[in-house]
């Protein structure tokens, strides 16, 4: 039976942009758009479930399916981003004119917050040091082998891998998928300390006990609690293109190392990851010099 729920945005709430968070792309096996209604499956504490989102009008209608339904609708305003504090950003965005113009222009972008840790981790970790192309490829191919059809009437969506199964694998199991066994061997550490880590209740508990994994540093755990906690400030340390981008929408640097991007950033404290995200929302990107070169992410880890 499905469980609903109607939901009150703000005026000028973005939908799209918002839970577009929680997809890796168009295709995401476990969160994608269909036909205007977002579908984000999920292992809950009561079991298997998916939860849809759409615009009514000016509300937003959650429906939740499955043994899961009644956990996802009742945290469905954190999933939709309607629980994230902007308290203070706008004074913080006064203080540089793009930032201040973005702030206005994407006001209606707002941070999800799932609460459910491994499935982002899992994803994070496919991301590390590879292309978009190969981490979705390796992200979508482990969500189909291992996962599950998610309760519902969307077809072809999945629920997310069990951590169990992941951490039992071989990491040989995954390297038809195009993953190495370093990636491998970190996922089924992460699979392993899933638990522990689902039981984190801050961004901060939860970066120091996934960063203390072998494999995990700064740039995973920061992809993770962004959406999971709904952390914005939140700033992929060791990102290829990020200092870049922060370093020319700034301060006009066509490059920048962490150092220099986290001085940027310093004067929106607390809305640090909010800055990048706008900046990535609004498609600013440093000069390219030199031969083309594909698109990579090359985060350390």
Request: charged share 25%.
């Amino acid at each position: 039976m499905a469980v609903q729920r109607v939901l009150d945005p703000p005026e000028g709430y973005h939908l799209a942009g918002s839970v577009g968070m929680l997809a890796m792309g168009r295709h995401d096996p476990c969160a994608r758009f269909v036909d205007g209604t977002f579908w984000y499956a999920s292992r809950t504490p009561d079991g298997p479930g998916s939860l849809s989102l759409r615009r009514d009008g000016a509300s937003v209608v959650a429906t939740g399916h499955g043994p899961g339904a009644a956990w996802l609708v009742d945290r469905s305003p954190a999933i939709a981003g309607l629980e994230d504090d902007l308290t203070g950003f706008a004074e913080l965005a006064a203080a540089h004119p793009l930032v201040a113009q973005l702030a206005r222009v994407h006001r209606g972008l707002r941070f999800p917050a799932t609460r459910r840790l491994f499935p982002r981790l899992l994803r994070a970790i496919f991301e590390q040091k590879v292309t978009g192309k190969e981490a979705y490829r390796a992200y979508a191919a482990t969500a189909r082998h291992f996962g599950e059809p998610a309760p519902g009437p969307v077809e072809r969506l999945f629920l997310p891998p069990e951590a169990e199964a992941i951490a039992a694998a071989p990491y040989w199991v995954f390297h038809p998928f195009g993953v190495e066994q370093r990636r491998a061997d970190t996922l089924r550490r992460a699979a392993a300390e899933a638990s522990r880590l689902e039981r984190c209740t801050t961004s901060a508990e939860a970066t120091r006990r996934m960063t203390a994994i072998v494999g995990i540093g700064p740039w995973t755990a920061a992809e993770v609690v962004r959406t999971v906690f709904g952390d914005a400030d939140a700033v992929s340390v060791g990102d290829f293109h990020i200092p870049n981008t922060v370093a020319w929408a700034l301060a006009r640097e066509a490059r920048g190392d962490d150092a220099r991007m986290l001085e940027l950033l310093a004067p929106f404290t607390g809305h640090r990851g909010r800055v990048c995200v706008l900046l990535e929302s609004a498609g600013i990107a440093a000069p390219r010099f030199g031969p083309r070169m594909p698109i990579r992410s090359f985060a350390r880890f």
